[in-house]
């Protein structure tokens, strides 16, 4: 069953976890939301193609059911299997799902789809009216404020107007361009310079759209800031090299009465996870290459962090030394 957040999840969240390839998995997800239970959490990008054409669409699909509210991320621009990727998302219990007009990947871009979309907004058209017309879900984009020399505010303007009537409820916008050629995905989050100034105008200019912005947040006081123009923020890197750093989005951002939570009270948290975790596929390496970055800031943080890893990577860490290395981060004060 669709959850009942997915009515209102478009106009209701305030803060959300990018998409990340290779970082938001379903564990990292978990750990997420034991620091958050109100931040909308996203799957990596899953390109429509290959899921359609999968013997094994648990592996793009499956998440636990703890991690609502929860949006998935599609990439293409083949609206035939965007619209096969939207029933898949629906009946798998999704709470959105948003496409992906933002990836500078020439892996992406060669096969037409992700940041260089934005150069045509009639097959981006397309592509949102086969997802909006084959669920029941809200759909929602992800983008830049421009790819190469397609940079002008004129333009964006348009794209955004444009694709805002085909029926899309959210735009979350990098507020960097892309460089399709020339700079590779890490370069192009860091080299192109944000431009909050060009979001802020596309939203004065557009009221009654829901934009969301992306890029460069690294604490939650910069967040509170932005929501005074913004109608959500999207945190990327940040919150998965420092996750702990943002232990307070419940009570700062959503006025939840609730003490900011420790290392260990994450950690003991996720334990039932973990173990199950270990008993089914007796691997936790998998689990441990994002839980280690929770710790962090502390003393000996980085001989506990070595620790973790060594004996995850060989395969021989136990649920019990797990405990027992957390009941030493408690004692601690952490």
Request: proline fraction near 4%; include cysteine; charge should be positive.
């Amino acid at each position: 069953m669709v959850s009942d957040i997915s009515n209102s999840i478009s106009k209701s969240h305030k803060i959300s976890i990018a998409p990340m390839m290779d970082c938001t998995d379903k564990h990292y997800r978990m750990i997420m939301r034991k620091i958050s239970s109100k931040a909308l959490l996203y799957t990596e990008m899953i390109v429509a193609q290959s899921l359609i054409y999968s013997d094994n669409k648990e592996k793009f699909l499956n998440f636990n059911r703890e991690e609502h509210p929860l949006s998935i991320q599609f990439g293409g621009d083949n609206p035939e299997h965007l619209k096969e990727a939207a029933k898949m998302a629906q009946d798998w219990g999704y709470d959105e799902i948003n496409f992906n007009v933002g990836c500078p990947s020439s892996r992406v871009c060669a096969g037409n789809f992700g940041a260089s979309l934005m150069n045509h907004p009639y097959k981006v058209v397309k592509c949102i009216e086969a997802l909006k017309n084959n669920c029941n879900l809200p759909v929602t984009i992800k983008h830049r404020i421009g790819v190469d020399n397609n940079d002008s505010f004129s333009n964006l303007n348009n794209f955004v107007r444009h694709i805002s009537n085909a029926g899309v409820e959210r735009f979350t916008i990098h507020a960097r361009k892309a460089f399709l050629k020339g700079l590779n995905p890490k370069e192009n989050r860091n080299i192109p310079p944000l431009r909050y100034d060009i979001v802020k105008r596309l939203k004065d200019e557009n009221p009654s759209i829901i934009i969301e912005i992306n890029g460069g947040f690294t604490n939650i006081n910069q967040c509170i800031d932005g929501l005074k123009s913004f109608d959500g923020i999207m945190i990327g890197r940040s919150a998965y090299k420092y996750p702990l750093r943002w232990n307070e989005i419940d009570n700062k951002i959503y006025g939840e009465q609730s003490l900011p939570l420790k290392a260990s009270d994450i950690i003991f948290s996720l334990i039932p996870y973990i173990d199950n975790h270990l008993q089914k596929i007796n691997k936790s390496w998998d689990i441990c290459k994002h839980l280690i970055n929770i710790v962090e800031s502390i003393p000996n943080a980085k001989k506990w962090r070595n620790n973790i890893s060594q004996l995850s990577i060989k395969g021989n860490l136990s649920i019990e030394m797990l405990i027992d290395y957390t009941k030493e981060l408690k004692s601690m004060g952490y």
